[in-house]
């Protein structure tokens, strides 16, 4: 085994946690997620954690974006130089990084999965690795471990700092991506290695991947996205608009567009959810940023975006936390998030203060008006010391974002 570790590999104990369960087990592993976001610093992770427990462990590891492997790029190739590498009557430990760009890998995955010696770990960073594309390839022999930027506590272990408002105002600005912290935390140096990330993710795993001739129209969608972050979506609004502007752009094409960047894991695309009929609107979502520090990027970190970027935060951590996330509606009142994680349920609303009469009686009473007894809670940009509001809770962002469950 010959794997360069990184001089600074800071444990994301959170992950570890929940992967280390069906370590020696035949399940093939799979860790998704944006560029960048520390997919290879897990199996790294992973990887230690094998040693420590096996140091004579067979362990081979394939990062498939090194030129060295550029002849593996295709599945006879690959399997070929892993099968030389397994050992018989004992167990195998393979990971294999950045695997989406091989040629039908998912036939190497699946073949080397019959064999129970084989404990198979392997991330992608686009369509290819998408649920509903897994459980194609790989039909059941896979469990998916979503991973995102770094959460703000992960943020404040990377960066050496304590929870305060400066930390949480250079988390929200710059956002989470792991190798910041081997950068000064300043708008030039940050917003060069920001720029670099974002057009790899729209050139290569957008543009190239889905041969777009409209880079232009692109570009612009995701502008507009940044700055309607938490507005319901409508594609045929921007298409309307577009017209109006005499750019030809339809519906179809527009969703399309919108689909590719969820598949990049660019943004979010969070669904409707209606809680009396019990089903999902079938048009209209909102759309939230994997990572607030490309969204600022894109079009700047601005006063007036203070309410849009805190709910952004608190939909990011309810996935940290594992939740699934729908934007709820009860009648004509909206229910920011409608969150569900084991059979239990969350509801948040998101106000930036509660600084007048009219705006309390409106977030805390979306909430009381569900008939249920599932937590809720409101969450603000700034603490509060006091009662609840009729059993429902208020919450600072800083007190939500340090949180690892909810009781």
Sequence with gaps: MNIKFPKNLIERNHYIK???PYMRHNVVKVLTGQRRVGKSYILYQLIHLVMEQNPEANIIYLNMEDFENISLKNAGSLYARIKSLL??????????????????WEDVVRSLSTDDDNDIYITGSNSKMLSSELSTYLSGRYVEFPIYSLSYTEFLQFHHRKDSDESLRLYERYGGLPYLMNLQLDDDTVNEYLSSIYSTIVFRDIVERYKLRNVDFLERL?????????????AKKVSDFLKSQQVKISVSQIQNYLQYLANAFLIHRV???DLVGKRMFEIGEKDY????????NII???INDEGKLLENLVYNH??????????GFLQQKEIDFVAERNHERLYVQVSLRLDNEATIEREFGNLLSIQDNY?????????FQGNTYQGIRQMSIRELLMKEFFS
Excluded: C, W
């Design 18 to 20: 929940r992967i280390e």
């Design 87 to 104: 050992h018989d009557n004992e167990m195998n430990y393979i990971f294999l990084d950045e695997i989406q760009d091989v040629d039908h």
């Design 222 to 234: 995701i502008e507009y996205l940044a700055e309607n972050i938490g507005n319901l979506f409508s």
């Design 271 to 273: 669904e409707r959810y």
């Design 289 to 296: 940023f994997e990572n607030l520090g490309l969204r600022n």
């Design 300 to 302: 700047g970190y601005r």
């Design 318 to 327: 309810l996935l940290f936390l594992g939740y699934q996330a729908k934007v």
């Design 375 to 383: 937590p809720k809670i409101v969450v603000t940009r700034d603490a």
